[in-house]
Nanobody, 116 residues
């Protein structure tokens, strides 16, 4: 079994910062991609940021320059540092990993609320 445990969501004022973290545990031999997705009410889930095992990153245009994704391969953790948050960033954020075998796993989600 693979388990992803997220932490760090909460309420923040516009312009503020939050850091999300996700720890993967279980029968994981090697993780290829670690990522964060989000889903706002009434909207589709969207990729926020992703990082490969080699450290290559990819960001949604809406968060470039404000969010930073990082990972610790030894600990199977991924973090998302979010700065200059605005109300449009409010959503449930989900951690996602894809193993080298191509298996995806999801966290339970953590809520980010941004007050204007």
């Amino acid at each position: 079994q693979v388990q992803l445990v997220e932490s760090g969501g909460g309420l923040v004022q516009a312009g503020g910062s939050l850091r999300l973290s996700c720890a993967a545990s279980g029968s994981i031999f090697s993780i290829n991609v670690m990522a964060w997705y989000r889903r706002a009410p009434g909207k589709q889930r969207e990729l926020v940021a992703a990082i490969t095992s080699a450290g290559t990153t990819n960001y949604a245009d809406s968060v470039k320059g404000r969010f930073t994704i990082s990972r610790d391969n030894a600990k199977n953790t991924v973090s998302l540092q979010m700065s200059s948050l605005n109300p449009e960033d409010a959503a449930f954020y989900y951690c996602n990993i894809v193993t080298i075998q191509g298996m995806p796993y999801w966290g339970q989600g953590t809520q980010v609320t941004v007050s204007s």
